[in-house]
């Protein structure tokens, strides 16, 4: 059976692009690039140079960024290390239901050691009302934490008109792009970012590699404690190689150019299978302000988890999750007020820069076949 690729919010492959920069470093610049010696100094160039790409990418200086292991670690120093440096301006942190587990489990032990957390509604299409976070914002509040776009169902949030409110009460902004990086703009200036996180293995770079933005000027405490790497930000021997992979990557993500092509895809998607499954598919997430790239649908009727288990050609996901043959909807979802239908009937369908015409047109066959098996 034909194997399609369909979970892209999930994990992306390592571009060509990127794997070729991966090879070319395997046997040099293999020095530590904080000594001061010849092998070093190859090493710091590599780092320099991806640093300049990932910077150029996001719209921000050079200096303003922090390499790290990934989403999570970037995730984790954000909200901490604001938290800890803040602390005495305030202990009020606000967020959404509908965060990555790595926002919501920071902040769910954050709490344990004395924050306050507001954990903000969102509508049924998963958008945050700016109203909303103005109303919450309190002299003790220090950060306002939020995802720039859902990856489960795509859904982009008001990012620019909440950092405007926020900026008005001196209030940090941490922004998890990890989903957004390399499929929408993302201009760190534009978004009113004070902080901001990427994933690497999201944009076609290796699993391992991330970054984080801190604006200029702007002194958080670490995370990982240490010598004194990248200005005292992140402890530990940076990787010219994983750093140069980061940088290839979102040299790649700068050209959006095959953006409208996913897009199209999407939509051709739900069209087919509207058309195969008549009055029996309902779209999660924001009809406009969504990904160009995910597709998360519910099959009235069916159980998205086993159909999906039936589909053994077909890579995607749902949110649902079981415990001993009892089946619950995704936190998400549930956070969106979905019916229980709605909740367990959900897929999300999530495409990346290879996915091609012939794929998307073979699911709904491939889905009418599990459903029917």
């Known amino acids: 059976m034909e194997k399609i690729y369909l979970d892209y919010n999930a994990s992306t492959p390592i571009a060509p692009e990127v794997a070729d920069t991966i090879r070319a470093l395997l046997d040099r610049d293999f020095g530590n690039p904080s000594a001061l010696h010849w092998a070093s100094t190859p090493a710091r ?107 489960e169902v795509g859904t982009i949030q008001p990012i620019e008109a909440i950092s405007e409110i926020l900026r008005a009460r001196g209030v940090l902004l941490h922004i998890d792009a990890s989903q957004s990086a390399g499929k929408i703009v993302i201009d760190v200036d534009a978004l009113g970012a004070d902080l901001l996180s990427i994933a690497g293995h999201k944009m076609y770079a290796p699993k391992g590699v991330g970054a984080l933005y801190i604006r200029r000027g702007l002194r958080i405490e670490p995370l990982i404690h240490g010598a004194d790497h990248q200005s005292g930000r992140r402890a530990g021997t940076e990787s010219a190689l994983l750093a140069a992979a980061l940088g290839t990557a979102s040299k790649i993500a700068k050209d959006l150019s095959k953006i409208d092509q996913m897009r199209r895809l999407r939509d051709s998607l739900f069209t087919r299978l509207q058309e195969a499954f008549p009055e029996r598919i309902h779209l999660n997430g924001h009809p406009e302000h969504r990904l160009p790239n995910t597709l998360n649908v519910s099959l009235l009727g069916q159980n998205g988890s086993e159909v999906l288990a039936r589909m053994s050609g077909v890579a995607a996901t749902t949110g649902s999750a079981c415990h001993e043959g009892q089946y619950e909807m995704s936190p998400v979802l549930a956070a969106m007020g979905a019916s229980e239908p709605v909740g367990l009937g959900a897929i999300r369908f999530s495409l990346g820069r290879p996915t091609t015409e012939d794929e998307i047109a073979a699911v709904p066959g491939l889905l009418a076949t599990a459903i029917d098996g």
């Open 45 to 151: 160039t590599v780092i320099e140079a991806a640093r300049e790409e990932l910077a150029q990418f996001l719209g921000s200086a050079a200096d303003e960024i922090v390499f790290t292991s990934g989403g999570t670690e970037s995730i984790n120093q954000a909200i901490k290390g604001a938290y800890v440096t803040r602390r005495d301006d305030g202990n009020h942190i606000i967020t959404t239901r509908t965060e990555h587990p790595a926002v919501l489990s920071t902040c769910a032990f954050l709490e344990r050691q004395g924050a306050d957390i507001t954990y903000l509604p969102v509508d049924g299409s998963g958008r945050l009302d700016p109203g909303a976070v103005a109303a919450a914002v309190t002299d003790r509040t220090i950060l306002v934490t939020l995802t720039h776009a859902n990856g």
